[in-house]
């Protein structure tokens, strides 16, 4: 597969950009990898699963969460604010399978927990990691490329 980032080096650096406004957005950093993790899962991107749960641990994340990342529901192991971006991020990154879109009880779930910058970011994000899984996913970027 081509090396679309080296190749379309415009558009890497502007998902790049993307990244460094995310860091400094005020959504917490551990919120963040979550979110990039659960994306990762739904979209089967390995490349994203495995970079974001390195991440996580590295940041100090329990095995134990991780682990519970893909059944986050049923795992006693996240916040509300927490169990609210996971909402957001699934219903975000399956939107193809509701046709109203995010669900309002999922939006005021997350607006609940998010002040409106941040709840903004947090969409960014989301669409971020949308965008990272379907470019590694389309080029079979294998797990542990990025080390």
């Not at 089967?44 to 749960?53: E, N, Q, R, S």
């Amino acid at each position: 597969m081509a090396d679309v980032y080296r190749l379309a080096g415009g558009g890497y650096q502007a998902l790049a950009a993307m990244e460094q406004f995310l860091q400094g957005s005020g959504v917490p950093r551990h919120i963040l990898e979550l979110v990039r993790l659960r994306t990762g899962q739904i979209n089967g991107c390995a490349t994203c699963v495995d970079l974001h749960a390195h991440r996580s641990h590295e940041a100090g994340e329990s095995n134990e969460r991780l682990w519970a990342v893909a059944a986050w529901r049923e795992a006693p192991y996240f916040t509300d604010q927490e169990r609210a971006a996971l909402a957001l991020t699934e219903a975000a990154t399956r939107i193809a399978d509701n046709p109203d879109g995010v669900p309002d009880e999922i939006w005021e779930q997350a607006a609940k927990h998010f002040d409106e910058s941040s709840l903004a970011a947090l969409v960014m994000a989301i669409a971020s990691a949308n965008a990272w899984n379907r470019i590694n996913v389309t080029t079979r970027r294998t797990a542990g490329s990025y080390r």
